[in-house]
């Protein structure tokens, strides 16, 4: 039975992931939040788990270094920094970073490379996604994993081709890029749809959510895996092998 550390405890997934680690086979460390006490739970746990804000994260990859165990970062709204602290710890300690630890979106994921991979940039892809109103980032950290996932069977880098925030007189969609929408209310927990278009026909890939207890199932599933695993950074993909 491993013992997991939350950070970000009282909030949302913080409660998920409790909710299923009282249910199963791993046990509650523990938990901190905004001025709460990373490194003394990282001392009393095997892995730990990020889902609070991209303004922790260097403290609690640190953390985790410091205490020499694995952690999983499911906090999205990273820049290009925090990705840069991910890949200096992950040097020293096991990291897998994901914007979502569904098994669904994992999935999610690899078809869209496929289908990205086989289509050709004849077809627009377009990432659509609404989640509750108290969501803080856009595009979500699922849309820009989908996003990665085509741009990667294109062989081009996401950040050179995204489209998003469209408003006004845009011009036209330039060939080849990806284009992000987003959309926010009420208590969606999260949804996701990767639209091919081509020549007079489309194919819509989608997920959807019915509430946090998927992400917190394979926050939990993630992190015991990355326990006694080489320093490394992962992702979900390495977990569900796929
Ligand atoms: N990868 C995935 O599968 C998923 C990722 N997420 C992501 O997880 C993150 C959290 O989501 P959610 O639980 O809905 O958000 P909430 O706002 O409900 O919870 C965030 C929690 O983090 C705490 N927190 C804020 N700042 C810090 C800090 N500096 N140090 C420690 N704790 C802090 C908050 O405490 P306080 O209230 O005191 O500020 C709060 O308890 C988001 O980035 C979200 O996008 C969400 C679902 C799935
Ligand atoms: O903030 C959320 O709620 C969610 N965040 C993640 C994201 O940004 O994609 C995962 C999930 O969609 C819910």
């Given at each position: 039975m491993a013992k997991i550390g939350i950070i970000g405890s009282q909030g949302h997934m913080g409660q998920a992931i409790a909710a299923v680690l009282g249910a199963g086979e791993h046990e509650c460390a523990g938990g901190a939040d905004k001025d709460g006490d990373v490194p003394a739970l990282a001392n009393r746990s095997d892995a730990l788990v990020d889902f609070s804000s991209p303004a922790a994260l260097q403290a609690n990859l640190d953390a985790a270094s410091a205490a020499g165990i694995p952690i999983l970062i499911g906090t999205t709204g990273l820049a290009d920094e925090h990705h840069a602290a991910i890949e200096a710890a992950a040097k020293h300690i096991p990291v897998l970073q994901t914007g979502n630890t569904s098994l669904g979106v994992t999935l999610l994921a690899h078809l869209v490379h496929e289908a990205a991979a086989r289509l050709g940039d004849d077809w627009d892809v377009e990432v659509l996604e609404m989640h509750h109103r108290m969501k803080v980032d856009a595009p979500s950290g699922t849309a820009l994993l989908l996003g990665e996932a085509a741009a990667d069977a294109r062989g081009i880098a996401l950040s050179d081709q995204t489209e998003s925030g469209r408003d006004g007189h845009t011009g036209a969609r330039a060939k080849g890029a990806i284009g992000f929408a987003a959309l926010r209310g009420g208590t969606v927990a999260g949804e996701h749809s990767v639209i091919l278009a081509g020549e007079e026909e489309r194919i819509t890939l989608s997920h959807s959510a019915e509430n946090r207890s998927i992400f917190a199932r394979g926050a939990v599933r993630g992190a015991a895996w990355l326990?006694?695993?080489?320093?490394g950074r992962y992702t979900m993909k390495d977990v569900l092998d796929l």
């Open positions: 326990i006694g695993r080489e320093a």
